[in-house]
């Protein structure tokens, strides 16, 4: 379509498209054709009152209204939002009913709809009345099809992210994607001395430069690095290609010549950013807080290990902020005053009263550690981002385990917690972490071998240790559990019977067996024990480093024959309302067994899983205040998005975090392929707090 095609489109609307001629009258509208554009999605073109663009400024329509006519001729409104990235929408024409389109809610604040709106993106539509007011009609659209976010895509926080991710799913084609990356900003490492460009990220074949799409994505160990938008990089390096996020999913090789052609069809945009960026261990701002904190303190060197923390935190998909810099710093000055080791295993045989700490740990960046004799023991604080042991992923990474416990004590907290109180630890929390110990004391680590039958006991045992402080157990002696009612024993096909199966999920390929052999030997029957065998080998799946989303396991279990029956047929519900536009008010599962608390659970985690607050938040609704299921959906979405990525303003809250942090590190730190027991440093520590017990 041409341009003159477009106006002709736009002025035709402009007389018939609504109740009245807008091109007639005292206050009569006309095509602007000077400020005529080529957009993306196809023409832009703004019309304005015939006195303002015969010269009357004051008669300026303001904002100035404009549609975009596609290249099929048809008419949208583009967002008229400050930024305008949002999307276009339909114009309704007269006489016709009012069908406004239902965008997927991640594609609609993407910050990249401007580039045009496919009709993947559309769920459905919703039919308004001609006084403005919805009908509640809906029509679904056959051509919808999830997005990079729901397709279980790493997290997408920049425009340039997000772009790959929309052309990896096919949302975008190739030309259209690249039309958006001119405008958007890419990361390139430099020699933090010359802040030119490392040799290492140079390649030959194409030529081009690697390059990163957000700050998450950057290697660990970068230092320094230029962020600038992909027009200055075509000027500042030309000749060169750009090769994003190489070695992860999604990532592109956009050639020299590609973005010449492309630079070349987009002449209207202007090169804006270039800047050079330090991170954040190595910026002033640390380096000055640092000096201070050690004259202040008297430690001898606080800001020990922070290069090492931060790398480990990048591995990971994070970023120490500056302000996690400095509170690593004061923290480390805490641990030096009081001689504590930055690593390691506190004993329960160490005199501590020569220690002095904070009365607030957090606020002077600790955290609370526990030793074997259950005291508590401060040490630097994570916040999620790195595990402060040596310590490698192997079948499980750390950070996603972690998510997981925290986001099981939100989930379940959140549904009896009241709008602004704290949010303590419940019963089934203190299920999941005394199931966790019984599973340390029963099982050697790294665990690759048979599954022992004394497992049944497990469960028995842990109830014991809970039950009497004197068993042995210092998870028995911490207050925060001692404090919380003793439970009843539950029915057969209890929904607690679930909580072990995300416990047994630590064991890797055995997960499914160990889950069975720990509820059974508790009173499960058979179909609970099937459900807490699912649960464990879908929670070994979202434990992996790289894992696949929950749904995508889901299918792969049924496909595979492992489950049958009623468990296998509460996932297929819940993968089939994951598919429906309209199932938030879709409620199958209204009964309290652990099918139905896997079924519910799962409902809420495979529509958006993505979403932490959204799947928790939905579980709680939908189950009306069921505990477990909220608490399952909250580790499922807290396996994704790790601590960090759950709400900070529901971990604030969160009385046991540090508690919950502990045990999850310990869980993996036994069953990684680096455990404690196996290092002549703390076998004898570990083996008093976990003593063997099969």
């Given at each position: 379509?041409?341009?003159?095609?477009?106006?002709?489109?736009?002025?035709?609307?402009l007389r018939?498209?609504?109740?009245?001629?807008?091109?007639?009258?005292?206050?009569?509208?006309?095509?602007?054709?000077?400020?005529?554009?080529?957009?993306?999605?196809?023409?832009?073109?703004?019309?304005d009152?015939?006195?303002?663009?015969?010269?009357?400024?004051?008669?300026?329509?303001?904002?100035?209204?404009?549609?975009?006519?596609?290249?099929?001729?048809?008419?949208?409104?583009?967002?008229?939002?400050?930024?305008?990235?949002?999307?276009?929408?339909?114009?309704p024409?007269?006489?016709?009913?009012?069908?406004?389109?239902?965008?997927?809610?991640?594609?609609?604040?993407?910050?990249?709809?401007y580039?045009?709106?496919?009709?993947?993106?559309?769920?459905?539509?919703?039919?308004?009345?001609?006084?403005g007011?919805?009908?509640?009609?809906?029509?679904?659209?056959?051509?919808?099809?999830?997005?990079?976010?729901r397709?279980?895509?790493?997290?997408?926080?920049t425009?340039?992210?997000?772009?790959?991710?929309?052309?990896?799913?096919?949302?975008?084609?190739?030309?259209?994607y690249?039309a958006?990356?001119?405008?958007?900003?890419?990361?390139?490492?430099?020699?933090?001395?010359?802040?030119?460009?490392?040799?290492?990220?140079?390649?030959?074949?194409?030529?081009?430069?690697?390059?990163f799409?957000?700050?998450?994505?950057?290697?660990?160990?970068?230092?320094?690095?230029?962020r600038?938008?992909?027009?200055?990089?075509?000027r500042?390096?030309?000749?060169?290609?750009?090769?994003?996020?190489?070695?992860?999913?999604?990532?592109?090789?956009?050639g020299?010549?590609?973005?010449?052609?492309t630079?070349?069809?987009?002449?209207e945009?202007?090169?804006r950013?270039?800047?050079?960026?330090?991170?954040?261990?190595?910026?002033?701002?640390?380096?000055?807080?640092?000096?201070?904190?050690?004259?202040?303190?008297?430690?001898?060197?606080?800001?020990?290990?922070?290069?090492?923390?931060?790398a480990?935190?990048?591995?990971a998909?994070?970023?120490?902020?500056?302000?996690?810099?400095?509170r690593?710093?004061?923290?480390?000055?805490?641990?030096?005053?009081?001689g504590?080791?930055?690593?390691?295993?506190?004993?329960?045989?160490?005199?501590?009263?020569?220690?002095?700490?904070?009365?607030?740990?957090?606020?002077?960046?600790?955290?609370?550690?526990?030793d074997?004799?259950?005291?508590?023991?401060?040490?630097?604080?994570?916040?999620?981002?790195f595990?402060?042991?040596?310590?490698?992923?192997?079948?499980?990474?750390w950070?996603?385990?972690?998510?997981?416990f925290?986001?099981?004590?939100?989930?379940?907290?959140?549904?009896s917690?009241?709008?602004?109180?704290?949010?303590?630890i419940?019963?089934?929390?203190?299920?999941?972490?005394?199931?966790?110990?019984?599973?340390?004391?029963a099982?050697?680590?790294p665990?690759?071998?048979?599954?022992?039958?004394?497992?049944?006991?497990?469960?028995?045992?842990?109830?014991?240790?809970?039950?009497?402080?004197?068993?042995?157990s210092?998870?028995?002696?911490?207050?925060?559990?001692?404090?919380?009612?003793?439970?009843?024993?539950?029915r057969?096909?209890?929904?607690?019977?679930?909580?072990?199966?995300?416990?047994?999920a630590l064991?890797?390929?055995?997960?499914p067996?160990?889950?069975?052999?720990?509820?059974?030997?508790?009173?499960?029957?058979e179909?609970?024990?099937?459900a807490?065998?699912?649960?464990?080998?879908?929670?070994?799946?979202?434990f992996?480093?790289?894992?696949?989303?929950?749904?995508?396991?889901?299918?792969?279990?049924i496909d595979?024959?492992?489950?049958?029956?009623?468990?296998?047929?509460?996932?297929s519900?819940?993968?089939?309302?994951?598919?429906?536009?309209r199932a938030?008010?879709?409620?199958?599962?209204?009964?309290?067994?652990?099918?139905?608390a896997?079924?519910?659970?799962?409902?809420?985690?495979?529509?958006?899983?993505?979403?932490?607050?959204?799947t928790?938040?939905?579980?709680?609704?939908r189950?009306?205040?069921?505990?477990?299921?909220?608490?399952?959906?909250?580790?499922?979405?807290?396996?994704?998005?790790?601590?960090?990525?759950?709400?900070?303003?529901?971990?604030?809250?969160?009385?046991?975090?540090d508690?919950?942090?502990?045990?999850?590190?310990?869980a993996?730190?036994?069953?990684?392929?680096?455990?404690?027991?196996?290092?002549?440093?703390?076998?004898a520590?570990?083996?008093?707090r976990?003593?063997?017990?099969?």
């Amino acid at each position: 379509m041409q341009a003159q095609e477009a106006t002709a489109k736009v002025e035709e609307w402009l007389r018939t498209g609504s109740s009245a001629d807008l091109t007639s009258g005292e206050y009569a509208v006309r095509v602007d054709l000077a400020n005529v554009l080529r957009v993306p999605e196809g023409w832009f073109v703004p019309y304005d009152t015939v006195r303002a663009l015969d010269g009357d400024r004051l008669a300026s329509l303001v904002p100035k209204p404009a549609l975009i006519v596609r290249e099929d001729g048809e008419l949208r409104r583009p967002d008229t939002g400050r930024d305008g990235t949002g999307p276009s929408s339909p114009v309704p024409v007269a006489g016709e009913d009012d069908w406004r389109e239902i965008l997927e809610p991640e594609f609609r604040r993407s910050g990249v709809a401007y580039l045009g709106v496919a009709s993947s993106a559309v769920m459905a539509w919703h039919k308004y009345a001609p006084d403005g007011s919805a009908t509640g009609e809906i029509r679904v659209n056959p051509d919808y099809r999830p997005g990079p976010e729901r397709l279980g895509y790493s997290p997408m926080e920049t425009a340039t992210d997000r772009l790959l991710g929309l052309l990896a799913a096919d949302r975008y084609d190739r030309p259209r994607y690249l039309a958006g990356l001119l405008s958007s900003e890419v990361l390139l490492p430099l020699d933090f001395r010359t802040e030119t460009p490392l040799p290492g990220f140079r390649q030959e074949r194409p030529n081009a430069l690697r390059v990163f799409g957000s700050r998450r994505r950057l290697p660990p160990g970068t230092e320094k690095w230029l962020r600038t938008d992909v027009l200055s990089f075509v000027r500042e390096f030309p000749g060169a290609g750009l090769s994003i996020n190489p070695g992860s999913f999604p990532s592109d090789t956009v050639g020299a010549a590609e973005l010449a052609d492309t630079v070349a069809r987009w002449p209207e945009l202007l090169p804006r950013t270039r800047e050079v960026e330090v991170s954040p261990e190595y910026s002033e701002s640390v380096l000055v807080a640092a000096e201070r904190i050690r004259a202040e303190s008297g430690a001898a060197e606080p800001a020990a290990g922070l290069a090492e923390a931060a790398a480990k935190a990048r591995s990971a998909g994070y970023e120490l902020s500056a302000r996690e810099c400095e509170r690593f710093v004061l923290g480390r000055a805490w641990e030096q005053r009081n001689g504590v080791s930055p690593s390691g295993v506190g004993s329960p045989l160490d005199d501590l009263t020569g220690q002095h700490w904070p009365d607030d740990l957090h606020a002077n960046g600790l955290a609370a550690g526990y030793d074997a004799a259950g005291r508590i023991r401060p040490h630097v604080a994570t916040g999620g981002k790195f595990f402060r042991q040596e310590a490698a992923d192997g079948e499980s990474a750390w950070h996603r385990v972690a998510g997981a416990f925290a986001g099981f004590a939100l989930g379940e907290s959140l549904g009896s917690a009241v709008e602004t109180g704290e949010l303590g630890i419940g019963p089934l929390t203190r299920r999941l972490l005394f199931c966790t110990e019984g599973l340390l004391r029963a099982l050697p680590g790294p665990y690759r071998g048979a599954v022992p039958s004394g497992l049944m006991t497990v469960g028995v045992r842990a109830r014991r240790r809970l039950e009497d402080a004197r068993d042995g157990s210092w998870l028995g002696r911490v207050r925060e559990l001692r404090t919380i009612p003793p439970e009843l024993p539950g029915r057969a096909d209890d929904a607690g019977f679930l909580v072990p199966g995300i416990v047994a999920a630590l064991c890797g390929s055995t997960a499914p067996r160990v889950a069975r052999l720990l509820v059974s030997g508790d009173g499960a029957d058979e179909v609970t024990a099937e459900a807490a065998a699912a649960m464990a080998t879908l929670f070994a799946g979202l434990f992996r480093p790289e894992p696949a989303p929950p749904h995508v396991l889901a299918r792969r279990l049924i496909d595979s024959g492992a489950t049958a029956g009623s468990v296998a047929e509460a996932l297929s519900i819940a993968l089939r309302a994951r598919d429906d536009v309209r199932a938030d008010q879709h409620e199958p599962f209204a009964g309290v067994s652990a099918v139905d608390a896997l079924g519910g659970s799962m409902t809420a985690a495979f529509r958006r899983f993505f979403d932490p607050q959204w799947t928790i938040m939905a579980a709680v609704d939908r189950s009306g205040g069921s505990a477990i299921t909220a608490a399952i959906a909250g580790a499922v979405a807290g396996s994704r998005a790790g601590i960090p990525g759950l709400p900070e303003k529901w971990l604030d809250r969160l009385a046991a975090r540090d508690l919950v942090e502990t045990v999850a590190g310990d869980a993996f730190w036994h069953f990684s392929a680096q455990p404690p027991s196996a290092d002549e440093r703390y076998a004898a520590e570990w083996a008093m707090r976990y003593p063997r017990e099969l």
